[in-house]
T-cell receptor, first 116, second 113 residues
Framework: AQSVTQLDSQVPVFEEAPVELRCNYSSSVSVYLFWYVQYPNQGLQLLLKYLSGSTLVKGINGFEAEFNKSQTSFHLRKPSVHISDTAEYFCAVKDHSGAGSYQLTFGKGTKLSVIP | DTAVSQTPKYLVTQMGNDKSIKCEQNLGHDTMYWYKQDSKKFLKIMFSYNNKELIINETVPNRFSPKSPDKAHLNLHINSLELGDSAVYFC????????????FGEGSRLTVL
């Protein structure tokens, strides 16, 4: 079985400061990794994904994440946040070994609040 | 055109009633999902259909019954509503059941009084 731990439930940060949202996963098989963002009163949308290849992946709105297999982490970063980045961020993992569940497992979310 | 649309957006009803939420996707995807998001924003998969076939059926009360008349539609019917059913229900779709790239609707907020 796979699981996702988002270490911070809330992260307040000042506008134009850098931010890192932490995500660790647990799985016995090969995985795909994702970050989704949920703006207030909206559905989730894909921010970025790691499938294979380069461990540094870039997404929309200036976000990037780094896959670290040895630490089983997939932390999300942005060098300078904007007020509009205030949202809930979800890390997610999916088994792609072919032998496991078809389920995409989400973490509990991290609320990013950007302070003017 | 909205890629994944669900109706109604808001639903307020009394305990014991039966209600349905409808979902349609115009992306040509094979796989559709229902997720429940509670007040703490925790997302829980409920059901998934691939080409009208049920592939994920998580532990939910059997008062919840999904129905997929075709691969572009996935509806959720809830019988005998309880207070604990209050949540936001999200429909989502994906190209196939192997991808983790999901497209979500805007959610249906259900309030049971």
């Amino acid at each position: 079985a796979q699981s996702v731990t988002q270490l911070d439930s809330q992260v307040p940060v000042f506008e134009e400061a850098p931010v890192e949202l932490r995500c660790n996963y647990s799985s016995s098989v090969s995985v795909y990794l994702f970050w989704y963002v949920q703006y207030p009163n909206q559905g989730l949308q894909l921010l970025l994904k790691y499938l294979s290849g380069s461990t540094l992946v870039k997404g929309i709105n200036g976000f990037e994440a780094e896959f670290n297999k040895s630490q089983t982490s997939f932390h999300l970063r942005k060098p300078s946040v904007h007020i509009s980045d205030t949202a809930e961020y979800f890390c997610a993992v999916k088994d792609h070994s072919g032998a496991g569940s078809y389920q995409l497992t989400f973490g509990k979310g991290t609320k990013l609040s950007v302070i003017p | 055109d909205t890629a994944v649309s669900q109706t109604p957006k808001y639903l307020v009803t009394q305990m014991g009633n039966d209600k349905s939420i409808k979902c349609e996707q115009n992306l040509g995807h094979d796989t559709m999902y229902w997720y429940k998001q509670d007040s703490k924003k925790f997302l829980k998969i409920m059901f998934s259909y691939n080409n009208k076939e049920l592939i994920i059926n998580e532990t939910v009360p059997n008062r919840f019954s999904p129905k997929s008349p075709d691969k572009a539609h996935l509806n959720l019917h809830i019988n005998s509503l309880e207070l604990g059913d209050s949540a936001v229900y999200f429909c989502a779709s994906s190209r196939d059941m192997n991808t983790g790239e999901l497209f979500f609707g805007e959610g249906s907020r259900l309030t049971v009084l």
